[in-house]
């Protein structure tokens, strides 16, 4: 009897040493990216940067001649500096994780811009809400819709208004792809150096980010654990910054905070300048 409860406690460990082995080995492929591998997510990255500049020359176009209030000025001077942050932030990536700061730098400057259009337009501050899964560089989501991958389960994902339509139409959403070798895939395809880059946009959502990705190659990812935990969340909660407050609309189950208008219009808005200037190097 004492032979085979030894041999029982043997098979046991043994098991459990095989488990704990394979699932560290596991963590360990994932976490040794090739330098082209961080190269493309970095690149990804930089080209994200290089859109929203040029989406805040076209919105200081857009604002030429109108009224602009403190809450405005405060706004775009905080997606100015994004713009900024992310650029020098992406110039230290030496590691796929580190791009996590980045788009977060990032998703905190799209939905500055998106604050200032709301002030100069008259209408209430945006919800916070993640970009849009489809293609991060549409800026925040205004909605959720239900989606399916080919040959994949329908599942929830936050979309831009434009990406919402299409979707529902029946259409295919305009999805950011990236080079992987001689082709183009969606970002969720591209491999685990963009697990980082996901988390950045997604990470506050959770649980609800791994449901976003299954059946995708990041899917496995984020069930798994491979990176750690990157669910730090967005500012959320508060009073709306700034002037114009206000409350932000309907925006489904990705909503970060209890009003609007988190803490994007508070704070010094810096030398902010001539309004029509110089932004430098786009």
């Known amino acids: 009897m004492e032979l085979i409860l030894l041999i029982a406690v043997v098979v046991i460990a043994v098991l459990a040493y095989r488990s704990y082995r394979r699932t560290q080995l596991q963590t360990k492929k994932q976490q040794e990216l090739t330098a082209a591998e961080v190269e493309s997510v970095k690149r990804t990255a930089d080209e994200d940067i290089t859109k929203f500049g040029e989406e805040l020359q076209d919105l200081d176009l857009d604002m030429v001649g109108k009224d602009l209030g403190d809450g405005a000025r405060q706004d775009y001077q905080r997606a100015l500096d994004s713009y900024e942050s992310a650029k020098q932030a992406v110039a230290q990536v030496t590691e796929a994780d580190q791009i996590k700061h980045v788009i977060e730098i990032l998703e905190d400057g799209r939905y500055a811009m998106a604050c200032v259009r709301a002030r100069v337009n008259g209408e209430p501050l945006p919800q916070r809400r993640p970009s849009c899964f489809f293609n991060p560089q549409h800026g925040p989501s205004v909605e959720d819709v239900t989606w399916a991958p ?56 959770g649980g609800v980010m791994t449901g976003m990705f299954i059946g995708t190659m990041l899917g496995g990812m984020f069930a798994g654990g491979g990176y750690g935990d990157y669910a730090g969340g ?36 810096g030398g902010w300048g001539d309004f029509g200037g110089d932004f430098g190097d786009f």
Request: charged share 25%; aromatic share 8%.
């Open 150 to 205: 080919p040959g994949g389960a329908p599942r929830e994902v936050p979309a831009c208004a434009a990406d919402a339509e299409r979707v529902r139409a029946g259409a295919d959403p305009d999805i950011r792809k990236v080079m992987v070798g001689p082709q183009r895939v969606p970002y969720w395809q591209a491999g685990p150096a963009y697990a980082p880059y996901a988390q950045g946009m997604f990470g506050a959502l």
């Open 234 to 269: 967005y500012e959320g909660g508060g009073e709306g910054g700034g002037e114009g407050g206000g409350e932000g609309g309907d925006g489904g189950g990705f909503d970060f905070s209890e009003d609007s208008g988190g803490d994007m219009g508070g704070g010094d808005s």
